[in-house]
């Protein structure tokens, strides 16, 4: 089974307007960490958001934020105000249980921003 | 900020040669990760050492093969290239004390 699941290949949206890029996760361990990753088409891999299985609150970064439904298992990022900057490669990531253990990648959402 | 740095950027090998990937990790990180991501796919995790071991081990093949230094540096050696080996190969360090993983800017590796 899909440890991450990235729903959405491509979305388009409107500058100015805000968008959720959706994400579910599975995992049986009650400690993990949920991550957001941005890919321009330059490659690299920019870090944007984290959400531990522990946290109440809903992660805030900028404008970012992450709908983090614990019951549900999903982990939706929600950009607002999108720029034609936010147009890129979108991964969601987890790591299971704590420590030193690698990310599980989902297969990522291409967001297009349209002036 | 120091930031995890990988050379070289850009490699390319003919198939059956070896090549061989740097990474240097953020100062006083412990621990690194090398990920394999081929054209339009997610990356996927190769391997990663934790205070110059080995800590985990993914889909890495039997050609490849990494190790870290002293120095916290790793390299990634990969011999008997195949076209399929063509991908860009990140490295990412963390820390005990930081949830966060942070990656280099990659090396992109095309085999022909």
């Known amino acids: 089974a899909q440890k991450i699941t990235q729903t959405q290949p491509g979305m388009f949206v409107q500058e100015k307007e805000a968008v959720t890029l959706d994400c579910t996760y599975d995992?049986?361990?009650?400690?993990?960490?949920l991550f957001w990753y941005k890919q321009p088409s330059s490659g690299e891999m920019i870090f944007l958001i984290y959400q531990g299985s522990y946290d109440e609150q809903n992660a805030t970064e900028g404008r970012y934020s992450l709908n983090f439904q614990k019951a549900r298992k999903s982990a939706n990022l929600v950009i607002s105000a999108s720029q034609l900057g936010d147009s890129a490669m979108y991964f969601c990531?987890?790591?299971?249980?704590?420590?030193?253990?690698?990310?599980?990648f989902g297969s990522g959402t291409r967001l297009q921003v349209q002036p | 900020a120091a930031g995890v740095i990988q050379s070289p950027r850009h490699l390319i090998k003919e198939k059956r040669e070896t090549a061989t990937l740097k990474c240097y990790p953020i100062?006083?990180?412990?621990?690194v990760y090398w990920y394999q991501q081929g054209p339009g796919q997610d990356p996927q995790f190769l391997i990663s050492?934790?205070?110059?071991?080995?800590?985990d081990k993914g889909s890495i093949p039997d050609r490849f093969s990494a190790q870290q230094f002293s120095d916290y540096h790793s390299e990634l050696n990969m011999s008997s290239l195949e076209l399929g080996d063509s991908a860009l190969y990140f490295c990412?360090?963390?820390?005990?004390?930081?949830?966060?993983?942070?990656f280099g800017s990659g090396t992109r590796l095309t085999v022909v």
């Open positions: 995992t049986s361990d009650q400690s993990y960490g």
């Open positions: 990412a360090s963390s820390s005990q004390d930081n949830y966060g993983y942070t």
């Open positions: 990531a987890m790591r299971e249980g704590t420590g030193r253990r690698a990310l599980t």
């Open positions: 100062p006083r990180h412990d621990t």
């Open positions: 050492f934790y205070e110059k071991m080995q800590s």
